[in-house]
């Protein structure tokens, strides 16, 4: 099993939710999220006052799937987040030890 964690842009959440429904996937977690990379942050003026502004808000998106979903899952998210501008976000790809359903007790690929 593979965990998918992806940050991307606020404004493209329902653009991923979307494609990712349309290949199958059904279970997501969404956290609002605060950070940069390359796109470091910016300056902003607040009633005269100058001030930069160092994180910028994201989201996180996080996903458990089997590793035969995962391809599909990884490329709907790059085509759905992708503005082709920095700040597009990143996504990261993990192995999951076990997955264990609290209700049932189902583990593995069941609990899914």
């Not at 999220?33 to 003026?45: I, M, S, V, Y």
């Amino acid at each position: 099993m593979k965990k998918i964690e992806a940050i991307i842009k606020p404004f493209k959440l329902d653009e991923v939710k979307e494609a990712l429904q349309d290949v199958g996937i059904q279970g997501i977690t969404v956290t609002e999220a605060k950070g940069f990379g390359r796109q470091k942050g910016h300056t902003e003026l607040y009633r005269g006052a100058e001030y930069v502004v160092d994180f910028l808000p994201k989201v996180k998106i996080e996903i458990v799937l089997s590793y035969e979903r995962l391809e599909a899952a990884v490329e709907a998210i790059q085509k759905a987040a992708r503005t082709g501008r920095i700040g597009d976000g990143k996504i990261f790809v993990l192995d999951v030890a076990e997955v264990i359903r609290i209700r049932t007790g189902e583990t593995g690929a069941d609990a899914i």
